[in-house]
């Protein structure tokens, strides 16, 4: 089944140490997203990608980075995690950018800060 | 800017009773409206979703939501309640200006046996 597919699952880092979370999908989708989602709070966007043009939302902090090296796949760099960045990271994707174009979510890499 | 209020942060209801979810927006004209579904530890599943057309709108699993313009609300409904719904529910909104989903701050919703 073509769908968004997130690894790990759960990923530990220590304070201070750079983190990558992985984000692939089959269903060529023009359009992968990044949300921060913390503890019992809404999700939150942080960046996007359009092909390969990258758009970041105002408030998301330099310590996130972001890579798209080709259609399939997406990467989330955090450089210097702190306890706060804690959280669920979710990907999505979109056929299109359009405000209609549905968004189809994977399960979530769960980081954990030590 | 634009905003999605979810009122309720926790709902508890018996199993096979009703159930609604309530959401309110804000935003100068008419946005697209989602109903996402989350089960505890995994990502986000779409219930529904309006553009535009008949503002009742039918989703997955028996959930139906009504856009109501006048009362800028798109208040999520199903007519009776399985265990296997209990989750966290998010409605949001997206506009035409930018790819931005805008989402409430969820309703989490318990189902008593």
Redesign the interface.
Do not use: H, T
């Given at each position: 089944d073509a769908m968004v597919i997130q690894n790990p699952r759960y990923q530990v880092t220590q304070f201070g140490k750079p983190v990558t979370l992985s984000c692939s999908q089959t269903l060529n989708h023009n359009v992968m997203y990044w949300y921060q989602q913390k503890s019992s709070q809404a999700p939150k966007l942080l960046f996007h990608y359009y092909d390969k043009d990258f758009n970041n939302e105002a408030d998301t902090p330099d310590n996130f980075q972001s890579r798209r090296p080709n259609t399939s796949f997406c990467f989330l760099d955090i450089r210097s995690p702190g306890l706060g960045d804690a959280a669920m990271y979710l990907c999505a994707t979109s056929r299109g950018p359009e405000s209609w174009d549905e968004q189809y979510f994977g399960p979530g890499t769960r980081l954990t800060v030590t | 800017a634009q905003s999605v209020t979810q009122p309720d942060i926790h709902i508890t209801v018996s199993e096979g009773a009703s159930l609604e979810l309530r959401c309110n927006y804000s935003y100068g004209a008419t946005?697209?409206l989602f109903w996402?579904v989350q089960s505890p530890?995994?990502?986000?599943?779409?219930l529904l979703?309006y553009?535009s057309g008949d503002t009742l709108v039918q989703g997955i699993k028996g959930f139906e939501a009504e856009f109501k313009r006048s009362q800028s609300s798109f208040n999520l409904r199903k007519p009776s309640v399985h265990w296997s719904d209990a989750a966290e529910y998010?409605c949001a909104l997206?506009?035409?200006a930018?790819?931005?989903?805008t989402?409430?701050?969820?309703t989490r919703l318990m189902v008593k046996p």
């Open positions: - | 946005p697209y996402y530890g995994q990502g986000l599943q779409l979703k553009f998010f997206r506009v035409n930018g790819n931005m989903l989402f409430g701050g969820g």
